[in-house]
């Protein structure tokens, strides 16, 4: 069971290389009064002089503590675990060079290796005085230490300020509550095991340790009492009481120990020594408790409500991390390859937005947009309702009067008056009205424009998103077709301009439409004629008198003008239809289907170039980073997540 430590420590390290606090691992947590031995206790299950220890507020920055075990023979040679992300890393011939059987190394000196203790201690001390000042500040920036050893079990411990009331020195009125957080937040992750220190020559049953370790553990599942300074009871007094659990029951047990006196550390005592007589202290004072007592059954005793605990927590970890591997795994593909075949991918870009382009022209986009009416929807919007609506509301006659049509019959007959009513003066006026249809087509021919340079946006948006990643591509892209449109505009324009051109160069009054209407007013021609003729020829208009401007048309003029007005009308409806039904298409032609014909090729054209290339796949600044970050971290959670299933694959529970 005990190879399940390894896997939890590795996890840990995966997990501190990324920098986050995201997995509560399971971790042993000291709490208790200031002095009460806590530094004590972890360092004698270190087994080692490395912590801090001393009368007043020593520890004053969290100390995140994880002892590896090597085996004495690694030791020698150095061996760490070699699967350590870089920072952490321990290569063993950085360690060979050590050639030590114990060494530490700390999160924030990186591959540093520290072997004499002393100096992890000053390092301690020097990276506590750094975050925290020397004035006694607390801070809850943890310090990372891993000590490498053949005299540790596996543990990962956390050693915190102790509670204080009253706030000494430089420190803040609130020190009390500011210590009292910073414990809280360590111990009420419900991964953590506290060890409550109490000092055997207190009273027991008002140990603050125990009590903050209820307020997070009311069930005692999580919380092992350790009773310390047996040997400073005073005469007469013993803890069998305590430790036998009648004065306060803990659940998972009470632990007595007996740790170095000042004493001891000024005359520089061995842990070993200490151990020793530890040992024997127990066996003099407290037989029959002797082997459920000591720093060695702590240990064990830690280890193994370690172990349980890590076995409780796995399927809940597992899942979380494979959620976090699922979120990053997508936030990853949204972040798209990191481009390898620069050439490659800019082909495909340019294909994709093409592609794209022309299908949302054509309606099979991936992307429907719901909210408005966009690509070829929109263009038929444009060619039906928009300018055929335009076209519908032209009225045949608009523009002109009575007396326009007076005037153009006049001046068609010269000198002489005419019998019929002159042709030449519907040809004139037809035309003037047919010219009025040139405006609204050119218009259509905008507006479908507009709309193509809006597919751009669209497709850049929503479709081809992979191209927000290389901002300089997109507004290349964007250039092209931009330019491409541009260019099909007057092209367009022009013949759309030639359709209302040749519908101005010949009126064909024989079109089977128009010889109709014309047969229906043909008798009323006839009968006009026989009329006339029975008259007498009206006198010329002297020339010297302007045109009149506004009279009382004579009943011949009234019927002129009528049979005029009719064959305008019937024959501007022949052409509108012609130009309705043809300016949609002239466009389509030469400007919509063009685009989208000639769309790739342009853009291969000008932007698949060697040259071009890094320039325009150049990623916006902050894309490589964040992605990096997030592969960093996928990583790390599959690697977390295979530990786990290895685990569970392996150990039979
Ligand atoms: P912390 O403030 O809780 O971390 O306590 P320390 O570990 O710094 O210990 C405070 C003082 O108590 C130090 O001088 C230790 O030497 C001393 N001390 C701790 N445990 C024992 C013990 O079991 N017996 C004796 N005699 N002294 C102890
Ligand atoms: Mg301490």
Known sequence: MEALIPVINKLQDVFNTVGADIIQLPQIVVVGTQSSGKSSVLESLVGRDLLPRGTGVVTRRPLILQLVHVSPEDGRKGAGDENDPATWKNPRHLAKEVDAAEWGKFLHTKNKIYTDFDEIRQEIENETERISGNNKGISPEPIHLKIFSANVVNLTLVDLPGMTKVPVGDQPKDIELQIRELILQFISNPNSIILAVTAANTDMATSEALKIAREVDPDGRRTLAVITKLDLMDAGTDAMDVLMGRVIPVKLGIIGVVNRSQLDINNKKSVADSIRDEYGFLQKKYPSLANRNGTKYLARTLN????????????????????????????????????????????????????????????????????ELCGGARICYIFHETFGRTLESVDPLGGLNTIDILTAIRNATGPRPALFVPEVSFELLVKRQIKRLEEPSLRCVELVHEEMQRIIQHCSNYSTQELLRFPKLHDAIVEVVTCLLRRRLPVTNEMVHNLVAIELAYINTKHPDFADACGLMNNNIEEQRRNRLARELPSAVARDKPVPVARKLSAREQRDCEVIERLIKSYFLIVRKNIQDSVPKAVMHFLVNHVKDTLQSELVGQLYKSLLLDDLLTESEDMAQRRKEAADMLKALQRASQIIAEIRETHLW
């Open 304 to 371: 193994r409500l370690l172990m349980h605990h890590i076995r409780d927590c796995l399927p809940e970890l597992k899942t979380r991390i494979n959620v976090l591997a699922a979120q990053y795994q997508s936030l990853l593909n949204s972040y798209g390859e990191p481009v390898e075949d620069k050439s490659a991918t800019l082909l495909q870009l340019i294909t994709k937005f093409a592609t794209e382009y022309c299908n949302t022209i054509e309606g099979t986009a991936k992307y429907i947009e719901t909210s």
